[in-house]
């Protein structure tokens, strides 16, 4: 069966240092991955989408990869800040079916301390 | 833009209840989603609608049915509350892509706290 998985053990770190959150998929064959942020108390909100043919994305200070070999996505942040700390999700769409059908792993959580 | 809102935000319900969330969403956009999320079990689908008067099963919809009789709206009902179902529910929305640089991405509510006793 299908599976995302994502470290459930909280992340924590200093401020300035690099965050890396990884996320393990089986039995997917993806045109995509997305990242997503959920603080406490609200709605899980969109980052990043990189493609299969994508081996890198960045945005500011956020970096994920895509290695479809290894079936797996790192979700990198530099010069981490507190402001940082939240639950980060991956999400998957189906390998076949409607496209904009996500399934989503169970986050981690980060923590940046000063 | 509101974007997607969600009503109720918080409500308690004794066993047996019914109760409907209603969902909606001003950005025009075709597919709709029904999630719960429930500690270490991550977001888990419910129901969803691909378009106006169109909805399908999602992973877990057993004790729910919703409806989306406009394209703004999405519905989720519970007949009959059962503790099993105390969670947090959120609702999504997204654009129809065709692939294009936004293929897929969800836009989300604030969520509804329900708890049944």
């Known amino acids: 069966s299908q599976k995302i998985e994502q470290n459930s053990e909280a992340l924590n770190i200093q401020e300035g240092k690099t965050a890396t959150l990884t996320c393990n998929y089986t039995?997917?064959?993806?045109?995509?991955l997305q990242w997503y942020r959920q603080d406490p108390g609200r709605g899980p909100v969109f980052l990043l989408l990189i493609r299969e043919n994508e081996k890198e994305k960045r945005k500011e200070r956020l970096k994920v990869t895509f290695d479809t070999t290894l079936k797996q996505s790192l979700f990198h942040i530099t010069a981490s800040q507190p402001a940082d700390s939240a639950t980060y999700l991956c999400?998957?769409?189906?390998?076949?079916?409607?496209?904009?059908?996500?399934?989503f792993g169970t986050g981690t959580r980060l923590q940046v301390t000063l | 833009n509101a974007g997607v809102t969600q009503t109720p935000k918080f409500r308690v319900l004794k066993t047996g209840q019914s109760m409907t969330l209603l969902c909606a969403q001003d950005m025009n956009h075709e597919y709709m989603y029904w999630y719960r999320q429930d500690p270490g079990m991550g977001l888990r689908l419910i129901h969803y609608?691909?378009?106006?008067?169109?909805?399908a099963k999602g992973e877990v919809p057993d004790g729910y049915n919703v409806s989306r009789l406009k394209k703004q709206n999405f519905l989720l009902g519970l007949e009959s509350a059962a503790p099993s179902q105390t969670s947090v529910y959120f609702c999504?929305?997204?654009?129809?892509?065709?692939?294009?640089?936004?293929?897929?991405?969800?836009?989300f509510g604030p969520g509804t706290r329900l708890l049944v006793l």
């Open positions: 039995n997917y064959s993806p045109a995509y």
């Open positions: 999400a998957l769409p189906p390998n076949t079916g409607t496209a904009s059908k996500l399934t």
């Open positions: 999504a929305s997204s654009p129809v892509s065709g692939g294009g640089p936004g293929a897929g991405t969800q836009y």
């Open positions: 609608s691909v378009g106006e008067g169109t909805t």
